[in-house]
């Protein structure tokens, strides 16, 4: 019962982390369940692709190559080279799994996202992981993001020009939060702006979504080079 009970709190620990995420993904579900239905997908159709994707980068980049006849390999390309970023990120949250089993692990995974794994890291650092505290961050944010993204087809023609209620702003500004909230990791900020630099300049050279894999790939490796050196017999407790 005690273990139930803790199961328990540490699940609505991590929905309260998690809830100024959630709020934040309303808008920008009812954004791109709009943009669905003018590229023609219907209600049943953004309700799947919500649930079984779950990746707004991705839905956003798939839904501006919707049209007829479907460009098939064109958005299986383009999602793939923005979910890349993926591999890093779980590769990252992996180490601090060890409480997971390894089905619970490829249920996690399955609802990674990019504002799931900065608050799993989070956590991380100050306490352990659990699946009970995952799924509290992972849970919520589904039920948040799949109801907006179809209500978001059905209403969305109400919402008029997103840009003029800032709506267009509102993914940004959440990425900017999430990471502003590692400002205190070691070399957070030549890391930062070497990621923002390379994919600035990445974006004006190169193609969608090129830019993303640029940025990442640079922050990581920034990331490495720039590791406080630690002692060889120190063994790193996550």
Known sequence: MLREDSAWRDFAHGAVAVSPVCIAALPIGLVWGALAVERGMGLPEIGLMSATVFAGASQFVAVGLWGTPLPIVAIVLATLMVNLRHIMMSASLGRSMGLFSPAQRLV????????????????????????????GLAIPLMLSWVPSTIAGGAFGKLIGNPA?????????????????????????????????????????????????????????????????ARPENTVEAR
């Open 108 to 135: 996690a995974l399955f609802g990674l996202t990019d504002e799931v794994w900065a608050l799993a890291e989070a956590r991380a650092v100050k306490a352990p992981l659990t699946p009970a505290y995952y799924a």
């Open 164 to 228: 003029l209620l800032g709506l267009d702003f509102v993914f940004s500004a959440m990425f900017i939060g999430l990471v502003v909230g590692f400002r205190s990791a070691p070399a957070w900020l030549p890391v930062v702006i070497t990621s923002a630099t390379v994919s600035a300049l990445t974006y004006h050279v190169l193609p969608s979504p090129w830019f993303v894999i640029a940025g990442g790939v640079a922050a990581v490796t920034a990331a490495a080079l720039l590791a406080p």
